[in-house]
Each structure stands twice: as C-alpha cells, then as structure tokens.
C-alpha cells in the first residue's frame, strides 16, 4: 500500500512541478481579456491546448487537470497491478465493516435476506398444494392444475380448486352419457408422475371453478393452502404464479409479478371480480394457484389478454368470489351450477333510447309478432329502467313477466344505465336469493304500459 501511496505521489508531484515551472518560465503568448462585471478573463496557448483564465491558480488548475486526465488511465492501471490479493481483501473488509456501522447507526434493516426466504416458502407452498389435474374423454384430452384448500379428517379426503373449464368435458360426459364412465378419466397428477383418482363435488360455470375431491390416504406431503382476506390484497403486491404451463413437462412453474388491479372486468356479460397480475401464465396454468408473498392464495389463474398489442395481463379468479363459490358447493346449494344471478332475458336500456317521454324499441317481438322501430309512451315521470326484449325460459323472469314489460327496480334500488344495473345485482344477489321487482305491465290490448306500478317477489334462478 506504501508503494502505491509513494508512486502516486511521485507522479502527481513530478507532472505538477514540472508543468509549474514550464508556464512560468515561458511567456504568455498576446494574450487578450474580456470584461464581464469586474471580472478579467485572459487567453492563452501552452503545449497545443488554449485556455481561459482569471488568474495564474486558475491557469494551473485547468492544465493540472489535463495532465491527470492524461496520466489517470496509465496510472490506474499501474496501481491495479500493484493490488496483491491479501490488500483487496483488507479494503473489502474494511469497506464492509464500515458499511455496517453506518447501518446500524441510522436504524436501518436489509430485508434481502428474509425477502430469499419468504420466496422459498411460497414455492414451499406451492410444491405441498399445487398439483396437476388430468381430464380425459373420449374426444378430448385436458391437462391444467389445481389447488388444495381443504383437507376433511372424517372422510380423509382433500378439496381441490380448479377452473370449471380444465374439466367442462370431463362433466359434459358424465352428465350426458353415464354409460361410459368406465372411458372417463379424471385424475390428480404428483410430482413424482403418481396419479390419484378425483370426483367432482361441485362447480360454477359462470364463474369458472370447480372443486374436485381425492382419498389422501397413503398420501404424505400435502398441506392446504391458505385463503387470503381480500381487503389485505393491495395494488403493488408481488404475487407468484404456480401451475403447469404448456402440460407436465413444467410441471410446477413458479413466476414472479406485481398485482396490478382487484375487481377487474373481463367480459361485458360476466361480472366476476378478477385479479389483474403480470406474473407469466400459458395454458396448462388454468386452475393454478396465484399466491402472495405470505403464500396465501389471492386468486386461481384464469386467462391472460393476447393480442399484438398487448403483454403481461394475466387474470385470477379473486379470492373473495372463490370464497362464495365454496360456501355454496360445499352445502350443496348450487343447483344452477353457478353463484350467478340469471335473470334469463335480454333488455333495452330507457336512458338511451328514451326521448320526450317515448321510446323507440328498433326491433321487439310481442306474442309472436315482429315489430320495427316501435314506440312506446313511457308511464309518467319515468325516465330510466329496463325493457324486456326476450326471455330465456330457464331464467328467472320466465314465466312472471312479459315482452316488453318495463322494470324500474329491484328492491330499494332504482335501475339507471346497464352497468349501473348489472353491478348492483351481481354484487349484492346469488342465485337462490329472494328479489322484489317493481314493474309497468305492458298492455298489449291499449300499445301501453299500465299506470299502476306493480311488484313481484322472486327466486334467482
């Protein structure tokens, strides 16, 4: 360390004095100055280089340090060939200890560390409650994952989360042709390549899970996950992906991403509450698990947006739906597979064809006559609600209510736009609910509505 200390100093000294003694001892050349204020600026030429200055200090200053720019390159590398191992290793030390000491007096805490071992217990998590789920039929082949939440010590069985869509075909056969469940297969797939037979307690097709159950006897290694509580999953969170993409060749692929949205929609048509993440997922992620830093499950992966115009979208079923849906399927009280209100009919919006008290219908078709461009006179003070344009006859309207009959609200809420509407009665209704509906009979015998409002109490289909 000395000797570089001592050549440094050699150096600078030598270049310094050196460059001092040659400005002084040779004459400025016509130099010339400018007034700025009170301030005298000279110009000079000395070795090819031509400077402005104050005064002699400035003047040295600036040739100085052309000097160590030209030296500093040859210099460092002299200096680095002087470094011995034993010497870098002391700074090392030294700058470590230092660092140290720094920390600790301003209170501060590296989290590195504890941030590796909180990764390692998600994928923890996940080895212990991802698994792969196999559904084979006669025409098809589905590969995707599940999740297990649930462990029953009565029956030793486990309870699985899977997409309703990883084993729609599987259900299609078993519903419509029990004669050949023999050619059926539904299995969990394990790490090391073992299967274990799986039943179907239940599934949601609106909302897309379903809940498969298998015997865990002979089973070791299996640990349910835990559930998140929504209201502590926040934008920003990171989040880690787990499942099989692209089929058990990657079987149990963790990636990492930020949660970028809750309550995220999708579908026009289907009010479920997504969870938006950038956390990378493909096909065979479908009913894989989408954990949080705690390795509590925030969602049950679902489906990204494709497009050339769009990367990093991944959506989760969230957890607080997931939550409804088990509640459900567990008591056996989803007879119409879904937690989704239906009220089986499709509507025209009065806020966007209502004009000076009249509405326009473009096409309707009432006791089985065709109408186009049809006016109706909309019952006074009435400027907002929904039209009957058709009915399912599954859906719950079916059978109570008529073409084009006008509904204005739905228990204590008045119906205002269509988004309006279909949130409140998605977010506050399940199917099974009892609902009142307060309507305006149409009359076909007058071509108008009654002036009596009119009310009737129903079940959600």
Known sequence: MKRILILIAIVVTTLVGFSLNMILSQPLKAATYTTLATVTEYETEYNGNYYVYTDYEDLVNQIYQDIYNEVFLDLKAQILSELTDSFYNEIYDSVQDRLS??????????????????IHEVVSVGEHSVFGVTSITPDSGDVGSGVVYKYDSITQEYYLLTNYHVVSNYVFYETNYPDELDSLTLDIRFSDGSNVPATILGYDTEVDLAILKFSGQGLEGITPVVLADIDDVSTGDFV??????????????????????KNRKIDDNRFVDYIQHD??????????????????????????????DIEGMGFAIQVDMIKRVIERIE????????????????????????????????????????????????????????????????GTLSGNLEVPDLIVKID???????????EYLYSNYESGDAITIYYYEYQVQHHNYSTNLMSKTLILL
């Open 331 to 394: 008591a056996g009280d989803l007879s119409q597979h879904t937690i989704m209100p239906r009220l089986g009919a499709d509507f025209y919006y009065v806020n966007t064809l209502a004009y000076d008290g009249k509405i326009v219908l473009p096409t309707i078709t009432i006791q089985n006559n065709n109408y186009s461009d049809f006016e109706i006179t909309l019952p006074d003070d009435v400027d907002s609600g929904i039209i009957i344009k058709s009915l399912d006859q599954t």
């Open 412 to 422: 204590d809420y008045t119906i205002k736009d269509r988004n309006d509407f279909l």
């Open 279 to 308: 956390a990378a997922i493909n096909a065979g992620n479908s009913g894989g698990a989408l954990l949080n830093l705690n390795g509590e499950l925030v969602g049950i992966n679902v489906s990204k947006l494709v497009t050339i």
């Open 101 to 118: 000491d720094v920390l600790s007096q301003d209170d501060i805490t590296v989290y590195l560390s504890e941030l590796e071992n909180k």
């Open 240 to 261: 880690y992906a787990i499942g099989n993409p692209n089929g058990y060749d990657f079987y149990n692929s963790i990636t990492s991403g930020i949660l970028s949205g």
